[in-house]
């Protein structure tokens, strides 16, 4: 299986497609968040018509308005925030937003409630053989340095020996792979700066990042 991964496009599409083409056939993409830079929600639509064709997966991300949810659910995309979706032997769970940060973003939960959500996610989600997480926010102490220190998410770092891979994004200077354990994180960097990756399960997980112009 090969997805294509995509992040951060805060409203500016206009690598998409260079990214699509170099990208070629994928059997699934995943829209990491922070979609919209701040909104307006309707604004994900341009997104996911430029992704029509392919089967997508997206979840909002901090800087969304939660109202984007309303867009990803009317776009004829996979909705999968809060939500699993199983294609062959892999399974998605998704969790979109943030854990907070120092911005009063729009879409930012609590520790404690993205822990709850995970719990009751991994809960409710039967396993197979690949469990994926598909999270705009990284877990804490892998991809999520900034100058201020690392800024990921407590509660998703307990979980990640229940989960084989984790595709996030939020921390654009932390592009890149990390292996916790048994875990693969993978953050593909801005896609407005024409930044991508693809990610194939073949037996391992194998990451290729794209770059365009």
Do not use: W
């Not at 990284?138 to 595709?167: C, F, K, M, Y």
């Amino acid at each position: 299986m090969r997805i294509l991964a995509i992040s951060d496009t805060h409203g500016n599409f206009s690598k998409i497609e260079p990214i699509l083409e170099k990208a070629g056939d994928v059997d699934a993409i995943l829209v990491v968040g922070d979609i919209t830079n701040f909104g307006p929600e309707g604004k994900a639509k341009e997104l996911f018509n430029l992704l029509a064709g392919n089967t997508v997966l997206a979840i909002p991300g901090n800087c969304d308005p939660k109202e984007v949810l309303n867009t990803i659910k009317s776009s004829g995309v996979i909705s999968l925030h809060n939500s699993s979706f199983k294609l062959d032997d892999v399974t998605f769970i998704g969790l979109g937003g943030s854990n907070p940060t120092p911005f009063n973003t729009p879409f930012e939960y609590s520790e404690d409630e993205i822990r709850e959500m995970l719990r009751e996610l991994l809960l409710r989600t039967p396993r197979t053989s690949r469990m994926v997480l598909v999270s705009h926010a990284p877990p804490r102490n892998t991809l999520d340095e900034t100058p201020h220190g690392n800024v990921g998410s407590e509660a998703i770092r307990e979980i990640l020996n229940q989960i084989d891979l984790v595709v996030c994004g939020h921390i654009h200077e932390a592009r890149g792979v990390k292996k916790v354990g048994d875990t693969t994180i993978v953050n593909p960097g801005k896609a407005s700066d024409g930044y991508a990756a693809v990610i194939t399960f073949n037996g391992a997980v194998n990451v290729d990042f794209i770059d365009v112009e």
